[in-house]
């Protein structure tokens, strides 16, 4: 089945730990973004990578890194420097073929411990 | 700056009866605009699209209206059912080669058996 696969679908994460977020996608689209959504609220951009090898931030970057190194991978990796990580993180990824439609994964729950 | 808004944080209907759900945007330059169901814990799912060069696209039981000079934004669905709960939202496309997606913060639909 094609599709975006993120995991874990749960994390917790210790104080001043940094964390990982996967994200994977067998749909051979050039385009993969990272959203957070808090409760009650719409999806915020925090990176997003046109093509392989360059990434850009989007509206919350801070406390945040990625890296893109495979077309199909585009982890995110949750910095001691964000302080309020608690949030659900959305990875998704767009053909130009369909233009500006995202495909989304099913989400990972970030918990403080 | 540009923003994406819905005028009614929760809605509910009987079973059977038509739904609306409404969205406001305010940059005039946005050219695509999207909706996305997303169900409790899940990945937002692509519902519909609509141009700017359009005012009404319709789908299987669903509707999006565009009306671009109230900068205005519906989706309508037909006989809702139970499994149309979920949240919905809309969102609309940067108009420049980032393809950034901005998100509204959603409407809660509630079906009533």
């Known amino acids: 089945d094609g599709g975006i696969t993120q995991s874990p679908k749960y994390l917790f994460r210790k104080e001043g730990q940094n964390v990982t977020l996967s994200c994977e996608q067998n749909?051979?689209?050039?385009?993969m973004y990272w959203y957070r959504q808090d409760p009650g609220q719409g999806l915020r951009l925090i990176y997003y990578?046109?093509?392989?090898?360059?990434?850009q931030k989007g509206d919350i970057a801070e406390g945040y890194s990625v890296s893109r190194e495979k077309k199909e991978s585009f982890p995110l990796t949750v910095t001691s420097a964000q302080k309020n990580p608690t949030a659900f993180y959305l990875c998704?990824?767009?053909?130009?073929?369909?233009?500006?439609?995202?495909?989304f994964g099913s989400g990972t729950q970030l918990s403080v411990l | 700056g540009e923003s994406v808004g819905l005028h009614l944080p929760t809605l509910s209907v009987q079973e059977g009866d038509n739904s609306i759900i409404n969205c406001a945007y305010s940059?005039?330059?946005?050219?695509?605009f999207i909706w996305y169901k997303q169900e409790s814990g899940k990945g937002p799912q692509f519902i519909i699209d609509i141009r700017s060069n359009m005012d009404k696209r319709q789908g299987q039981r669903v509707t999006v209206l565009l009306n671009k000079t109230v900068k205005h934004l519906s989706l309508q669905i037909a006989a809702t059912q139970p499994g149309d709960s979920a949240v919905y939202f809309c969102?609309?496309?940067?108009?420049?080669?980032?393809?950034?997606?901005?998100f509204g913060s959603g409407t809660r639909l509630l079906v009533r058996p």
């Open positions: 998704a990824s767009r053909s130009p073929q369909a233009n500006e439609k995202l495909f």
């Open positions: 749909l051979n689209h050039d385009a």
């Open positions: 990578s046109q093509i392989v090898n360059d990434f």
């Open positions: 940059n005039s330059a946005s050219d695509y």
């Open positions: 969102a609309d496309a940067v108009g420049d080669s980032s393809y950034k997606l901005i």
